[in-house]
């Protein structure tokens, strides 16, 4: 099922590498050397660190706090495309602007696998452990006459409290584990209602958060894409699952 408006505001594919044959320091010089040499249209760049604390063993005090350096983000000049980079990482993320067209999955997986075989060859690496893929849907459901939203309407998956005591419900965050979405994958779905929809007469706001992750193996680039092929159809399995019939013509389905 293809929908004319998908939900999808962001969605990034990550690669995760073995350090074995690790060949190159990596800190934020070489971080920025990596982005300036294969990615100079990504010229808006953010940098991200870790504080490495160290606690007296006896008198429990703080003794000394490092700022350690974790990764690079890096954006095109519209923000909708960003390279992810750290000692053992490299992802692609993939971000909607405004009302253009959404490039889909294909797309995002090309970027992706590019900047996995260039980070490879820049850092001397060769050994992939894991791979994740990751969507982050924006769905607004409008409100009934009486300015509520009947959950069981438009989803399959929905928190409940019973009447009495509890009320109404005012806002929630439902995270569930689920089965495989193909073999060798951990599966997180979380839904979440979001507060800056709460002032809106007409609607309502939920966040829908998919995180699929491979188990830890070893890959190379085309096991890796294979991989997410089947973790996306996956997905979209669970999602077209996760809403009633209702829920997903907000989105437009193509009829073939």
Known sequence: MRFKKPPVIE?????????????????ENTAKEF?????????????????EVKIDPKTRELSKTE???ERIRAFTKDRDKCIQAGRNLVGFNQIRQGVLEW?????????ASDALQKYLDFRGLSTLVSVSLHYLDIVAIPKGKDGK???EEYFTIYPHLPDGPFGAMSGFRIV???PEACKGSNVTLSIQSLPAFASSKDKGGFAIDWHVSSSQGTYNIGSACKWLDEAHSGLRGLFEAAFTRQGLNLFEPEVR
């Not at 249209?41 to 504080?51: H, R, T």
């Open 11 to 27: 969605s990034w594919i990550e690669f995760k590498i073995g350090l074995s044959d690790e060949s190159r320091v990596w800190d």
């Open 35 to 51: 982005i300036s040499k294969y990615f100079a249209e990504f010229k808006q760049q953010e940098i991200f660190g870790l504080a």
């Open 67 to 69: 700022m350690l350096f």
């Open 103 to 111: 490039p889909g999955y294909e797309c995002m997986k090309d970027n």
């Open 149 to 151: 939203i009947k959950l």
């Open 176 to 178: 569930m584990q689920l």
